[in-house]
């Protein structure tokens, strides 16, 4: 498969390709700044590279990245850092999400593209009636308000859901929700749900990063998995011994 990686260098990034590159996928991937990939990427024949900021890509380019794809997957996110948070620009995920779509679209594919974008349990999907407390929905508009980057995540993914809906023939979706994040160095066992089982304020759960990216990538190469979780917001959790 041809597979487009967004937001490849960050810290579950890196982790999918790995995976992909493992399975003998042929990747692109945008990055910033190339030279701090590892050396073994530089000069992988699985691997093209262009460097850029991927929202500073013309309209022309994004179509062109984007051909020939069978599958594209987003691990945007802003650095957490004080400009990373507050600075520009604050729709990065968003505005990412939808211009990728777009250049999709465009290229016209005759099976429809697969778009994998990472997202956050703390995000509900509101094509289900997801209980959430009084206290936990005053929290996340306080996040949603004070922190740009959890609205980018939510209107990113409504996006999808809203825009792109169940009916394009260009483009499926699948929005993959962890908990909070931890560094694992293998693919350990994990559980996959519709709606998260927890509160994600008040009892979240672990899901490591290496978890998500093979979780991402069997959605990606695995057509009896995609089917059962396209168009959906499933919510990954690390298994509980």
């Not at 929905?137 to 999808?160: S, T």
């Not at 991402?216 to 298994?239: E, F």
Request: proline share 6%.
């Amino acid at each position: 498969m041809s597979i487009l990686v967004v937001g490849a260098s960050g810290a579950t990034g890196k982790l999918l390709v790995e995976q992909l590159l493992s399975e003998g996928h042929q990747l692109k991937i945008v990055v910033r700044t190339p030279e701090k990939l590892p050396d073994s990427w530089k000069s992988n024949t699985q691997l093209s590279i262009t460097k850029a900021n991927i929202l500073d890509l013309s309209n022309k380019e994004m179509v062109a990245l984007t051909a020939n794809c069978h599958a594209v997957a987003s691990c945007l996110g802003h650095n957490m850092s004080l400009s990373g948070i507050f600075g520009h620009p604050r729709k990065l995920v968003t505005e990412a999400t939808k211009r990728l779509c777009t250049a999709i679209k465009v290229n016209k594919p005759e099976q429809p593209i697969k778009f994998v974008l990472m997202n956050t349990t703390g995000n509900r999907n509101r094509d289900l009636d997801e209980p959430i407390s009084f206290a936990q929905n005053c929290i996340v508009g306080l996040i949603r308000f004070l922190v740009p980057p959890h609205a980018d995540n939510e209107a990113a993914a409504e996006y999808l859901r809203a825009v792109i809906d169940q009916n394009s023939p260009f483009v499926e979706w699948a929005a993959v929700r962890p908990d909070s994040l931890i560094d694992k160095h293998e693919v350990s066992p994990y559980e996959i749900y519709p709606s998260p089982t927890r509160s994600a304020i008040f009892d979240s759960g672990k899901t490591s990063r290496i978890n998500v990216g093979h979780f991402m990538a069997s959605l990606i190469t695995d057509n009896t998995l995609w089917n059962k979780w396209k168009g959906q917001m499933p919510v990954i959790y690390n298994k509980e011994s």
